[in-house]
Nanobody, 115 residues
């Protein structure tokens, strides 16, 4: 079992930056895919970015060149640096681990971007 705790959300003006962090308890394996998803009111949860144990990344088109995901395997953490934030980035952001077909989720952290 793994427990994920996010931090770093908040309110920011458009064009600003936020850094989200996720700390994972329990064993984290190199084959785990760690990532961030988000869900805005009335929308489905969507993938934002993922990173493998080897450092390969995937980003949603809407955040490419603005967001950067990183992972510290020794500290069991995954971080999302968000720059040039836009009002449409407003959502609850969830940390995620995909392990052999099973998804583990954090409780979510709110990000609000004002125009």
């Amino acid at each position: 079992q793994v427990r994920l705790v996010e931090s770093g959300g908040g309110l920011v003006q458009a064009g600003g930056s936020l850094r989200l962090s996720c700390a994972a308890s329990g064993m984290i394996f190199s084959f785990d895919i760690m990532g961030w998803h988000r869900q805005a009111p009335g929308n489905q949860r969507e993938l934002v970015a993922t990173i493998t144990g080897g450092g390969s990344t995937v980003y949603a088109d809407s955040v490419k060149d603005r967001f950067a995901i990183s992972r510290d395997n020794a500290k069991n953490t995954v971080t999302l640096q968000m720059n040039n934030l836009k009002p449409e980035d407003t959502a609850v952001y969830y940390c995620n681990i995909l392990r052999r077909g099973l998804n583990y989720w954090g409780q979510g952290t709110q990000v609000t971007v004002s125009s």
